[in-house]
């Protein structure tokens, strides 16, 4: 069973019960549910070769792309013989809609046309055939195909150039000739290609013209194409070598006869009249006449039962069926001229319900008409895919590809009848029911391909948009469409969807969709050979993952933000590395003194087995080995948020560190008798000419002398500083002081000797060594000592240091001539 295209036996008209009584069941019309029993399909990953790149098609996580492998290109493709292109052919053309065959209308008039476009192609001329909406011109490419089937070595063509661009065309050219399953030729491979390709090309629905008509007769010059276009397309260059040939309405002979052939009886003297006027109105165009066949079918249907259409139009379910029944009852007046010219709301109140219905989804799509196998689900009548039947017998359809439109005109006038009013809401209803169709795992890319002009009709209608949750319905669809249309080659519909989902993330503020989207799209201008494009796209898209801390999508973004940099030739890109991927740099930083004037608390701090010696401070870990980074050459590069982060970190850390040596400092102090020995290392002032004021002035005006004045011996200490001995001391004054009081100095804010009792006095309190300078000593690897302090045994007087590197210390001040420190 096709699920796309289904046989009239497949909707159960062969047990005339559809599916009821002893008859076959009819089976379901769009089974995307397993059978009980079979494995759940997962996502669809698809790999495909796009040029010289690999490109993997993951819906989940974005498309990832990177050079195709050594041995994975793949070969020259092969031409499909007869038998391929005809199959390719009847699997592209329009679904035969369900319900009785219509009538076989005949060409009329068309028969110098006929032969002069098969005349001009035979010889290798290229034509373009002009003429207005509705004028026949797909009936007559039909009957120009069958008469040019065995001239080309590569057959006849047929292409729909509805919404498509030359570059659509180039690539379906191709794949119409050759057989190359997943794979998509980069733009010179395509050219080179197109180039050895011998069909005749008809061309239907021409949109463009101009140097874009030029480019496309230029890649194949060994084609003969027929355009078929409306007069309003832009013309052929002046220096094109195009054949034109206009096509005319019919005559009125024609038009009336074509009248009685689809009205499929003779028309009487009022109708032959009537008939007249409507082609003068219409100009002779043969949609008209076709229409209006529906018209004469509908009035003698009333003529025989008036109540045939029900009370809300449509067939009643007891009305005769057939064009042959007496038309000798009520009397039904012809239509008006007007309604004869634009016939679309009186036919269409006079079809059934869900007929109806899917002539309101068709306005709301703009025209584009759901697939007949959509129809149940959108309107919610199991038999509701017949209704494509009727429309196309009502002469309210045109092909368009392998699908159907409303015909010209068609829309204009329904929504004057108001078949407009809840366009949004069936637009959005459209919408979500092809985000959950497109997303399913059992639904092929080729059949979301097919159905990509209604998918993306259904987005257009929902951006910008007014309503609540407009848009988050768009981004979804788009979601879910865009890589079925990767998979499936249709790379213009990608591209649309990519666009139309991104403004709508943008509207929504979805900022994970729209990163998403900027990646595909950054991966789109890659394929495309796009460079500056596919760099702009990658970049935000990495710049927006990285706020959102998302590392997958961030790492796929960066391979191909490397790749793009690769084939352009261009430099390393610097991007932002998302968080926890970036390396930490190792720094030695030396902690932050008290501020001047800020008397810290007391602690104690014990004694360690290296009381004695330097103490070294460590700032943080090694860092992490150069081949284990995460990220490769791109790891790195930190990003600029991270590390202003770990930077304030840093800093805050730093502080802190320096708050409790601070407080060490000072802990063994407090308790200290008048008597012991206090030494201090010299510190000199920074200018070496003026005075450096105390940290901390003591508050009860003791004094310390000058070792020069007082005759003290000074012996150096270590790292070059000069020790007085214990009880020496000169007089400074703070010249922040108003009072001018003379304040000592010591070591560590001298405080007056503590009156405490002591337990023991053979107990006493070692001064405790902070951080120095030592030449041998690595900044990178130090460790701080604990903050707590005991009482041990009395040791050897040891010189009390501090890091020359931090600055004045809160415990010296030099002299006025750049002297030895006070101590």
Known sequence: M??????????????????????????????????PGQPTP???????????????????????VELCPPGEQPGPPARRTATGRADRERATAPPVPPGPPAPQLP????????????????????????????????????????????????????????????????????????????????????????????????????EFGGAALEELLDATPECAFLFATVPDVAAPTTDSHLEEVFLAGLGRSAAVDLLERAAERPLTDEEANWAGDLWFESEGLPLRFVQAAALLRQRDLLRTDPEAYGEHGGLAADAPFGHDQAV?????????????????????????????????????????????????????????????GELAGCGLLSPAGSRYRLAAGVVTQLEAAGYGEDAIERARAAAQHYAWWAGHPSVTPERVTAEGDAVIAAMSQLVPGDGAGQTSVAVLLARSATPAFAAGLHWGAWEKALRIGQEAARIAGEVAEEAYFHHELGVLALLAGNPDRARAELETSISMRGALADKSGAVAGRRALALVADRSGGPLPIVLTPPGDELPVSRAEAPATPPAGT??????????????????????????AAGGARGGRFGLLAGARRNLVATAAGVLLTAVLGTVVGLGLTSGDDDVQGNQDVTTEQSQSQDGGEDELPADGPADGSTSADPASSGSPVTPGPSGSEITPSGSGTPST??????????????????????????????????????????TADPTETESPSPTDTATEPEPSQPDTSDSASGPSSSSAASADGGPAIA
């Open 2 to 35: 096709d699920p796309t295209h289904r046989g009239p036996e497949e909707y159960g008209r062969d047990n005339g019960g559809f599916g009821e009584g002893s008859g076959r069941r009819r089976p379901a019309r769009d089974q995307l549910t397993p059978e």
């Open 42 to 64: 997962q996502a669809r990953v698809v790999r495909l070769i796009a040029g010289d790149y690999l490109l993997t098609v993951n819906p989940i996580d974005g498309s990832e």
């Open 107 to 206: 060409l009329l008039e068309r028969a110098q046309e006929r032969e002069r476009l098969v005349r001009l192609l035979s010889q290798g001329r290229s034509v373009r055939l002009t003429g207005p909406a509705g004028s026949g011109r797909t009936a007559l490419l039909d009957a120009v195909a069958a008469d040019c089937a065995d001239l080309a070595p590569d057959g006849v063509v047929r292409l729909s150039g509805y919404k498509r661009s030359a570059t659509d065309l180039l690539y379906g050219l191709f794949e119409a000739v050759h057989d190359a399953p997943l794979h998509r030729p980069d733009r010179d491979r395509l050219l080179e290609r197109v180039r050895s390709i011998g069909a005749v090309v008809l061309l239907d629905d021409l």
């Open 328 to 388: 000798d009852g009520v009397h039904i007046p012809l239509p008006s001229l007007g309604e004869g010219a634009a016939p679309a709301a009186l036919l269409a109140s006079r079809l059934s319900g869900p007929a109806r219905d899917t002539l309101r989804f068709a306005v709301a799509l703009g025209g584009e008409v759901p697939h007949q196998a959509h129809l149940p689900a959108l309107i919610g009548d199991t038999h509701a895919d017949a209704a494509l």
């Open 599 to 624: 008397r810290p608390s007391m602690t104690q701090t014990p004694p360690r087995p290296y009381e004695g010696a330097t103490a070294v401070i460590s700032r943080q870990s090694a860092p992490k």
């Open 734 to 775: 703070d010249p922040t002081d108003p009072s001018g009081t003379p304040s000592s100095d010591t070591s560590s804010s001298s405080r007056p000797p503590s009156h405490k009792p002591t337990t023991s006095p053979t107990t006493t309190k070692s001064p405790r060594p902070t951080k120095t300078s030592s030449p």
